[in-house]
């Protein structure tokens, strides 16, 4: 499959793709729905006599691309997702007449990223971060229990997650406040109010949830795909030695709810199903209600580039991959629900830091696959060079950059970026 619009072989949005998002631009203010191609924005709302023709499943409901948000479309199913991306693959190809030949068309719904302004994807109602990565469980376990007690008991039979802030969740290029808080200077000393000094970055993806389910109604693994509507980036920001001190007994507050940031386009499930792989082996196997049959893993390289405030160029400092993760996506909703919890559309699950494969556990020779400052440099006690920088943690001015992509011999499937800027405002 070919589109009629130029796209580079290496673009993250190839005709293949065609991520949702919610964009506007000067001309147009309105915040409404478009799928990114290449280097352009398809305006689905200026398609709205089209989609109602030729997708019987989008009559009398086109109206949902004029919305602000994507929680309408995403409410209303895979089935409907599915017909809607089939049918604008259809007229984005060289074949196809419709889009092509048609210049005013063409002239009103196309139109170039460079002048569109971005937007949060959803109306975000409810947050929850996962803790699904055996490796930086391992670690951070590690480091703060000791190596015999690094996993709690309960870490390998069910996908670890708090409860987050989902008023803070800002979309890419949104500057992120250095935040400030209760920090302990030391053992049997009061705590200190300041700024934090280790603020860090968690490179993670997330889910975003379609149709829900009714209170005291499990999703099921088997149906748990037809509930998730697509993937983005996500950098959950965290300050370390606020998080340090209040996290016991119940868990992160304010180390973590001050900013996360997320990719603007949402990838969905089909693009990404090319790419599904075999996840790691659970040991011990779930419980049933978590067993899964087939391939749960995506391989979606993942990496991160940090910038320092005096330097023009970003260095890559991570790399890793999203199918080293121990617990699946699908499981991750499934445990989710499974006690009755009623999901909503546009509801966000990350999945915590995603750190690579077996080989980083307590390696300093497999620092670069680690997803979080806290691991690289051991919780600050050795340093990285950034661009002829030191850095143990995000300094004020640091720019952090998240991308992730999936590649075969034909096309790539890409996120774009997830990028923000660290300030202290005093």
């Not at 409860?163 to 030391?186: A, L």
């Not at 697509?230 to 965290?238: A, E, Q, T």
């Not at 991570?318 to 009623?342: D, E, F, P, R, T």
């Not at 546009?346 to 494969?357: A, F, K, N, Y």
């Amino acid at each position: 499959m070919k589109s009629f619009i130029d796209v580079p072989p290496h673009s993250h949005f190839p005709i293949q793709n065609l991520p949702f998002g919610i964009f506007s631009t000067e001309k147009f203010p309105s915040p409404r729905v478009g799928v990114a191609i290449g280097d352009q924005i398809l305006d689905l709302s200026s398609l709205t006599s089209l989609l109602e023709e030729n997708v019987p499943e989008l009559k009398n409901l086109s109206n949902v691309f004029s919305e602000p948000t994507l929680n309408k479309f995403m409410s209303l199913g895979r089935p409907i997702w599915q017909a809607t991306r089939r049918y604008l693959q259809q007229i984005l190809s060289e074949n196809d007449s419709t889009l092509r030949d048609n210049i005013e068309l063409r002239q009103r719904a196309l139109i170039s990223q460079k002048l569109a302004r971005m937007h949060l994807p959803a109306n975000i109602g409810d947050f929850t971060d996962f803790y699904a990565s055996k490796e930086h469980a391992t670690n951070v376990g590690t480091m703060f229990r000791g190596k015999d007690n690094a996993l709690m008991p309960n870490w390998t039979h069910l996908p670890v997650g708090y409860h987050g802030r989902s008023s803070s969740i800002v979309v890419s290029g949104t500057d992120i406040v250095r935040p400030s808080g209760q920090i302990s200077p030391g053992k049997d000393q009061p705590p200190i109010f300041g700024a934090s000094k280790k603020l860090d970055f968690e490179l993670e993806m997330a889910f975003f949830v379609g149709p829900g389910n009714n209170l005291g109604k499990p999703i099921p693994i088997e149906k748990a795909t037809d509930h998730i509507f697509g993937v983005v980036l996500m950098n959950d920001w965290s300050a370390r030695d606020i998080q340090a001190w209040e996290y016991v007994p119940l868990g992160p507050f304010l180390g973590k709810n001050f900013g996360t940031t997320i990719s603007p386009w949402v990838v969905t499930m089909d693009a990404l199903e090319p790419f599904l792989v075999e996840g790691p082996k659970q040991d011990p196997t779930p419980l049933k209600y978590l067993q899964d049959t087939g391939p749960s893993a995506y391989d979606i390289h993942l990496e991160v580039k940090m910038k320092s405030k005096d330097c023009k160029s970003h260095a890559t400092i991570a790399n890793s991959n999203l199918k080293y993760m121990y617990w699946s996506l699908k499981q991750q909703l499934v445990h989710h629900s499974i006690n009755g919890c009623n999901m909503r559309p546009g509801d966000l699950c990350g999945t915590g830091t995603i750190s690579g494969g077996p080989d980083t556990i307590n390696s300093n020779s497999n620092k670069s696959s680690l997803g979080s400052l806290l691991e690289i440099t051991w919780n600050g006690k050795t340093k990285i060079n950034i661009n002829e920088n030191e850095r143990t943690f995000i300094e004020d001015g640091d720019e952090i950059l998240l991308t992730g992509y999936c590649t075969n011999k034909n096309y790539l499937i890409g996120f774009g970026e997830c990028i923000d800027l660290l300030k202290h405002f005093m």
